[in-house]
């Protein structure tokens, strides 16, 4: 049975959204003193925030010497970007206006898509609920699991049906099996993809997607949620925008806060046709939910092709390290195009998670097939040191 992953259930399932968390608050407590609290101040001012907005009282949480629990870009934003959110905070007084057509106009001259094809959101997540809401009135979902779970648990909760086809061997979406159901099954609304996919980091092959896109979408709307995608080497990515300009109904969900590192910025958009657009926008909280200083920062980093550079390739190195230390060690690490890594552990997933805070390192811990697994967000390198070592003392 596929575990239902959101980063809510995730808190709740670490325990760290119990209030009465006795045993709990003295290990992290433990922790937080054995730490060195100065290089973590950081982080853990950050992570009180979280849990403050989770109604969570601060003290239960520990502090962390690796922060690899939520697929967050450890090198920040870019220079440009400050510089431009510094400029922006002038113009705060103003609602934006040419701003949102200006991000526009470079996102669709970079994807060969009209700047109608586009609705700028806070994060993309956004335009995942959105989506989920209207489309769920429609019909069901057709997807593969293990997947991101936050769509299809938002249709769920509007009384939406979810249909799945297993995943391949390797714990990738298999598109033969989808485009067959998805071909067969009278009164689907929508299939959603995640490519690369979490948490398994699995990529389908661009021309089998295009290909999937072509014979699929005259039937059914196909959403490709890319949020990951700015990992890929621009050449090997699928390019959909392609489709989308064909007139073909494909929605590609993007996200500033990977690559660009604007998870806390609140950044994303969605590329698709005007009458898709048109649907789904009613359910989102509109463009204006996107703040000038947010929509300032990212018409910079957009545009920062050295810092999306930078970022990926110190990305690439760390993945690289650490898929080689895992298997070093007897552990098979499922190859991984994303910035986390997905490998079975022979522990159960909560007290593996427990352990691991324990020595300071978040992670996430996942059960797929009665197998337990650890998803570790990639850091810096001497984050993925860490983290390694905290493993090595955790498994023994
Ligand atoms: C696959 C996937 N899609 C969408 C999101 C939502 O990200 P955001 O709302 O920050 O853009 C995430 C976040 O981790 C994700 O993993």
Not at 190 to 195: A, G, K, L, S, T
Request: net charge positive; glycine share 8%.
């Amino acid at each position: 049975m596929a575990h239902v992953f959101n980063r809510r259930n995730w808190l709740q399932s670490t325990g760290l959204l119990t209030a009465g968390l006795a045993t709990g608050l003295s290990r992290w407590q433990k922790a937080k003193a054995a730490f060195i609290p100065e290089s973590v101040a950081t982080e853990q001012r950050l992570f009180n925030e979280f849990v403050a907005l989770t109604n969570t009282p601060p003290d239960t949480m520990p502090a962390l010497k690796a922060r690899l629990f939520a697929n967050e870009n450890p090198y920040g934003i870019s220079t440009s970007a400050k510089e431009a959110i510094n400029k922006a905070t002038a113009l705060g007084n103003r609602y934006a206006w040419m701003e949102f057509a200006q991000l526009k106009k470079m996102i669709a001259d970079a994807e060969g898509v009209s700047p109608k094809n586009i609705l700028i959101t806070p994060g993309s997540s956004d335009v995942l609920m959105a989506a989920a809401v209207n489309f769920s009135q429609k019909g069901a979902i057709l997807t593969s699991r293990p997947t991101y779970d936050d769509l299809l648990e938002r249709a769920t909760k509007q009384n939406g049906q979810i249909l799945t086809v297993p995943a391949t061997t390797g714990l990738g979406y298999d598109l033969a099996a989808l485009k067959a159901k998805a071909l067969s099954t009278p009164g689907l609304s929508m299939v959603y993809i995640v490519n690369p996919n979490n948490p398994t980091g699995t990529i389908v092959s661009p021309a089998e997607l295009a290909q999937f896109c072509r014979d699929v979408a005259p039937k059914v709307p196909v959403f490709i949620d890319e949020a990951y995608i700015d990992f890929l080497e621009p050449a090997d990515r699928p390019m959909l925008g392609k489709l989308v300009a064909e007139g073909l109904d494909v929605m590609l969900a993007r996200t500033f806060s990977k690559i660009h590192g604007f998870a806390g910025l609140r950044l994303g958009y969605v590329m698709a046709q005007p009458k898709s657009i048109t649907q789904i926008k009613p359910f989102t909280n509109g463009e204006f939910a996107v703040g000038i200083t947010t929509l300032m920062g990212g018409i910079a980093s957009y545009q920062d092709q050295a810092w999306q550079t930078y970022c990926r390739t110190e990305n690439a190195k760390a993945r690289d390290y650490t898929m080689k230390e895992l298997k070093a060690i007897g552990y098979e690490p499922i190859p991984s195009y994303a910035n986390f890594i997905l490998f079975p552990i022979k522990m159960k997933t909560q007290a593996f998670e427990n352990q691991m805070y324990g020595q300071g390192v978040g992670i996430q811990t996942r059960e797929i097939d009665r197998q337990p697994y650890c998803r570790v967000s990639i850091g810096t390198m001497d984050e993925m040191k860490i983290f390694m070592d905290a493993f090595k003392k955790v498994v023994g």
